[in-house]
């Protein structure tokens, strides 16, 4: 069956045009480089009587027009209820806010890619499946820049990669570093990623 002349017209103009390459503009290249794509990081503990159920992708203004001696955690309620005006002029930041999770688990970006206006944050979520003596829950903010952009669409996805490990590199530290003690074996988890996905506009 022959296609309509104009449909011809538009599948050959298509297959012309040249596919986008993704771009890896950060990645995690070893283990020591954990946590180092992350701008900006704050743990929020649950024994500070604050809990989150369900994670949070928001874009924000830069840190820098964050009220002065306001957390990353609370900036990210405070802007979900007051979208600030933003202009091509601005930097694009980013707030992760993650699920609640154990002391001994662990969340940390992976890579950061860019196809064409799509942003694709990949991070991994290694939950701790050995023998637990006691147990602290928390859950982390994340903010990350992703710089200036000329006026047009975007959007980003964020993916969260779920892992399983029984084994911390410093096994007799845990939460009280938390910034350096990663997971040693950690493997791939049955469950599906998550993704978070918002659009967002670059106005002149």
């Not at 900006?40 to 924000?60: E, S």
């Not at 688990?105 to 050995?130: L, P, Q, S």
């Not at 959007?155 to 939460?175: D, G, H």
Request: net charge neutral.
């Amino acid at each position: 069956m022959k296609l309509p002349r104009i449909l011809l017209i538009w599948a050959t103009a298509c297959a012309m045009l040249p596919a986008q390459e993704s771009q890896t503009l950060k990645a995690v290249k070893d283990r020591s480089e954990r946590g180092t794509l992350s701008d900006q990081r704050q743990l929020v503990r649950g024994d500070t009587g604050k809990w989150n159920d369900a994670a949070m992708l928001l874009r924000a203004p830069s840190p820098a027009r964050k009220p002065k001696g306001m957390s990353l955690d609370d900036w990210i309620d405070e802007l979900s209820e007051k979208k600030p005006t933003m202009t091509a002029a601005d930097e694009n930041w980013f707030l992760f806010r993650t699920r609640q999770l154990d002391d001994n688990d662990r969340v940390w970006i992976e890579k950061i890619e860019r196809t064409g206006t799509e942003f694709t944050i990949t991070m991994h979520e290694a939950v701790w499946k050995g023998k637990y003596f006691k147990t602290f829950t928390y859950y982390e903010v994340d903010a990350v820049n992703l710089g200036k952009l000329p006026p047009g669409d975007y959007t980003v996805k964020w993916i969260v990669k779920p892992l399983i490990f029984k084994q911390l590199e410093k096994p007799r530290e845990a939460q009280n570093n938390y910034q350096t003690n990663w997971p040693a074996d950690e493997e791939p988890a049955e469950s599906r990623p998550v993704e978070i996905k918002t659009a967002f506009s670059v106005r002149e």
